[in-house]
Structures are given as C-alpha cells and as structure tokens.
C-alpha cells in the first residue's frame, strides 16, 4: 500500500469521535432516505384503494423526511469538526516531526515546500474523514435500494445492478485519474509557496537592486502549470459528471419501462412502481460520489507529500549522560558530505578556530561537533562519550551554539537568551530572583549584550517584537544564549560576523579567558580569531589540509591566502603573527 494511503487511513482513525458520527449520521440518514420510497409507496397504495392506514403511512413517511434533515445537518456538523480535529494532529505531528529531524527537514526541501506540506496539505487529508465516511455511506442506499427491488421484483435487481457497476468503475477511473492530476496540481503549488518564501528571503536584497518585477514573474512561473493542472482536474470532473450521470435517467426509464409491463400484466401495483423507480433513483445516487471521490482524490496526493517529509529520519538520542569531565572533544575518523575530519582533538578548556575559504566545510565541522549534523562515516565524542549515545537533554545542556543569523526564540529578551524553560519576564532589570537569571545577565554580558539591553524600556522583560535589533545586536544575543547553555562546549560558527571590531574583539576576550574554562570551537573568517585561539584547525579540499597553533601555520602562504582580501587581515598582517 502507498505510504499516502496508509496516512489517509491513519487520519481516518485518528480524526476521533466525530468521524463516528459522521458515520452514524451517514448511514442513518442512508437508512432513512430507503426508507421514504416504501413509505411513500405504502401511503400511494393506501390512499389510492381508500384505506383508513393512509394517514399513518403519511405520518411515518413525515418521520424518515424529519430523520433525513436531522442526520444531514448533524453531518454537517460532524464533517467540520473531524476535519478540523484530524488535521490538527496531522498538522502538529509533522511539525513536531520536521523539527525533531532538524537540518536534514531544511536540507531536503526548500522551506515554502514544507510550510506548504505541513499547512495546506495537512488539512487536505485532514478532510480524509469526511469524504470516506461520505462516500461509504452512498453505498448504503445503493446496498438498500437493491435488496428493496429484490423484495419488488429480482428482475429489476438486474437492470439496477448493471447500471451500479457501470457507476463503480467510472469511478474508480476518476478517483486515479484525479489523484494523479491533484498530485501535480499541489507540486506546483509547493514550487510557488517555495519561490515566495525564498523571494520573501530576500526582500531587502530584491529592492536594492530593483528587481522586483523579475522577481514576481520568477515567484510565479510555475503559474501556467497550475492552470494546466486545474483545468485538467475540471475537465475529469465534467467528463466522469457526464458519464455517470447518462446512468441515472438511463436506468430509471430502464426500471421504468420492465416495471410497466409488470404493471399492465398484473404484477406490480401502482405504488410498488413508484417505489421501485425511486429505488432506481437512489441505487444510482452513487454516482453523486464525485465531489467525495474528488476530495478524497487530493487527500491522497496530498497525504502522498505528506509522507515523504514523515520519511525524513528523526534525530534519535541515546540515555546516556556525560561523566565529569573538562569537555574534550574527540572526532574519531569522521566524514560527512564530503568532508573528511579523520582524528581530531579539542582538548577540554581549549579554544579552537576553524579556518578556510568559503565553502571548505567549516558550518559543516562545527554541526557535527554538537550532533546538528550526523556523520556518515567515525564518531564524535564529548568526554568520551559518543554523541549519539547522549540524551537530547543532557547534550543541549553541555553544548551551545550560536550562529551568524540567530533566530530569537521566546517572548522576551530574557527569555530569548535564557536556558531555563521557567521565563524571566518582569522587571527592567534581572534582580537575581528569578531562576537563571544570573547566568543570564553574566551571559549577556560576556557577549557584549547586556548594555543594550538595558538600556531598553524593560529591559530583560522587553517583548522580542518590541525591540527591533541590528544584525550585530541580534547577533549578540545569539551568543549570550550560547554562553547561557552551553556548560562544556560553545560552538561559535561565523557567530561574530557582524559584530564592530571593537565589540568583536571584546567579545574575542570573554571568550578567550572564559571563567568557566569550556572549550570552544570557532567557525571564523576573522585573522584575530585565528589568532587568539590555541590551535587552528585548517581545511581546505573537503578535508583538514594542517592543524596547529595559528603562528607555525601563517609560515604557509597557502595557510596565509585563506585571509587575504580581508579588510582585516590586510591591518594585521603588518605586524603579525
Ligand atoms: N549541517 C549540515 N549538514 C550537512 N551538510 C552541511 C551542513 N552544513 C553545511 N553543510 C554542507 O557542507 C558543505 C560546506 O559548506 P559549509 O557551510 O560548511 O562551508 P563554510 O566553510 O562554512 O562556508 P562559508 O564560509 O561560506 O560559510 C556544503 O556542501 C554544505 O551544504
């Protein structure tokens, strides 16, 4: 079975009570809608030869119309509800499933095409329930008005019977026919929303440069192939519409006819006539299927692209914790997309710079030292003990990372910087009350932060959205969180890259003569950095072309060509090393 259709199954299980409802409702309102023809017929009959039974029969028929409303509207109801339900937990789990699987979600597709996915297409199968239960129960008057014409006459079973498989394997044509068309008509969408977020990327980039007329035309390019698919998905609706519904009005003329003749020979009444014509009727509602079978159509394709981002490895963690240790950092011959670490040590309390051309790998050693990339190939230690063999708990804790771009996470400034999953939120400033809030305020005040963020109205309490920052200040922050976390290991990868030279060098100090003596990996383009550290670790050709101190190395001209053209190096290099 396709992994859509077992998603689609899934969701039909997981949409909760009121998919059962739904499904009462359905066949109820089935049974009841059956039973009206015979009702119907019973009260003609009984009118017609003048019996006193004539206004019970009415009233009774009165009760199935009253009971068909009642189901229709709670089915209404129902429908909603479980789409709602079943969408939100497809919704929360593949979100849940995209960020437990971390940089390989990102890595895999574009970020439009998992919002895409997680959004839009999530609730496209959440309304799995409804079309199934809907189109299951059409085969309970189709069931019931063939059991009522065997009762009438077996004879128009068969006329009825022919027209249903007709019916069914029109259908069936459709529902792969459609998934098909709504498979490509929902790639696209993705290509589109993945254009837009891309685009949205690089707003200020695309109005700098004036492009943005390029630009709208490149986001909706793919625009004439969502046409094509949207006119094809009519096209099969109007083609399968017209196909089953010849079927209707040609199989009640059919019943029609054989049960006049049954009625002129003496073998029908009037009533049983009308019955069985309505019962024709009904048999045939299956083919208003379509729109279910439509539905149901793109909750397949949908829950086909669904699945493939539930395919996405999750991170799994071990339950080990660290023993006491200094934070030595060991890769044992490690490679990973093209980079060959082989052996490599970082002693416990070192620092340790990482230094190459654009390109040389550096992002990627620096996330295979705290597990935010998986090596193909060796493992890395954290004194002693295998990453992967940690909790996630226990290895978030020991390792912090900040980045070049950091994303603030959180409600307030305080909380955006603190470890502690208790917030810091009241007050301008940290009064030492609150839990972690030293380790904050030493944080942020490592990382260059904390003079301006108090100089904010509320300081450590500011909402993040009220305190819009610069590059450098966001960038601080980031590193703070990173001071704040990590207790064996930083990992600072291209974390200072907009930072003055002033505020950086500081920032470079706190590092160097960190108090909690934890080693520290620098991912860094910047010669001081190099400079500062205790070893340097130098790759170059998707592997580690030397190490060692920054000094011996510089006696290289290659080693040396790795900072020129920087504004920096140019300074430095004068005196240096
Ligand atoms: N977390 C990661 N997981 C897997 N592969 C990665 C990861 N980060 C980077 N890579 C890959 O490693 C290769 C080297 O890129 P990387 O970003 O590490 O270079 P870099 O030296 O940091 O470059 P720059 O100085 O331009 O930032 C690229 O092919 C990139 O796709």
Redesign the pocket.
Known sequence: MRAGDRLVIGAVRRSGPWTAVLAVTAVAGAAAELAVPYLIGRTVDALVTRQPAGTHWLALCAGAVAAVMLCESLGVWARGASGARAAATLRSGVLRHVLGAG?AAT?RFPEGELVTRAGLNAEEVGRAPETVTSALALLVPTAGALVALTLIAPVLTLTLGAGIVVILLVLRAFLRTTTTIAGGYQQVQGEIAARLVEALGGARTIAAAGTADRESRRVLGPLPGLRAHGMALWRANASAAVRSGLVVPLLEVAVLAVGGFMLAAGDLTVGELYAAARYAVLGASLSTALGHISGLARARSAAGRVAEVLDLPPVRYGERTLPPGPGTVEFRDVA????TVGDLTLPGGSVTAVV?R????????A?LAGR??EPERGAVLLDGVPLAELSEEELRRAIGYAFERPVLTGETIGEAISPEPAPVREGAALDGRQPGAHRVAEAAEAACADVFVRRLPLGYATPLGDAPMSGGERQRIGLARAFAQGERLLVLD?ATSSLDTVTERQVGQALTTDPLGRTRLI?A?RLATAARADQVVW?DGGTVRAGGPHHVLWQDPAYRAVFQGAEEAREIQGGAP
């Open positions: 940089s890595r990973a997309n093209g980079l190459g654009s390109g040389a790998g550096k992002s990627l050693l996330a935010l990339a291209d991912a383009h790759l």
